[in-house]
């Protein structure tokens, strides 16, 4: 038995090492391409500080990146203190059946991976993306939308692979040239920006 849970350690933390390196990789290969196309970037992007993008494509990625190893550890806790078997025989006496007693098991799980990601997405914006002038949202702005945000099909990307460095380095230039309040989270926002 002893040997399973193992096994299954290592899978969990293999796949998010695999996972990590990978985004570390990305990092310099995006900053390899942005300096190997530094000239085609500055003409064609009008983008003179790639440093620039390559420091904040280093930072996203690092937060990114560890908000699945506490995620891990949180889940790993849970499992092996036992709370999860409390959870699960606390839903099951409820006295309802299989089905909904399931439904709210997943509902609950949900919450709380979303719960663990909130302070990840309020230090991307209000520090990270403040470090590079990029929000404009105050909190109560933020919040709302996030809330909003939640449940609407545009938003609900809790997997995606990552990008390579040249359209990083697109989507980021991309994001210095719009106006306020254009970015596609900001236009289900009903609050006005900071100025």
Known sequence: MLAYHVLFLAVLAGTTAF??????L?????????????????????????DRVVDYQRATTILSQGQPWVILALVLAVLYSG???????????????????????FVAAVVGIRLVSVPFDAYETFVIEERFDF????????????????????????FSPPSSGSSFACRLTDRWR?????????????CSTRG
Do not use: K, M, Q
């Open 178 to 190: 719009r106006p306020p309040c254009s970015r596609p989270f900001r236009s289900r926002c009903s």
């Open 135 to 158: 929000n404009e949202a105050s909190p109560g702005c933020s919040s709302r939308t996030s809330c909003s945000g939640r449940f609407s099909r545009r938003s609900s990307r809790p």
């Open 19 to 24: 996972f990590t390196v990978l985004s570390v």
């Open 26 to 50: 990305n990092v310099r290969h995006g900053r390899r391409a942005l300096e190997r196309e530094s000239d085609w970037v500055a003409e064609r992007l009008d983008l003179e500080d790639t």
């Open 83 to 105: 709370a999860l078997a409390t959870a699960v025989e606390w839903l099951e006496g409820l006295g309802y059946g299989p089905i909904e007693t399931g439904a709210a098991f």
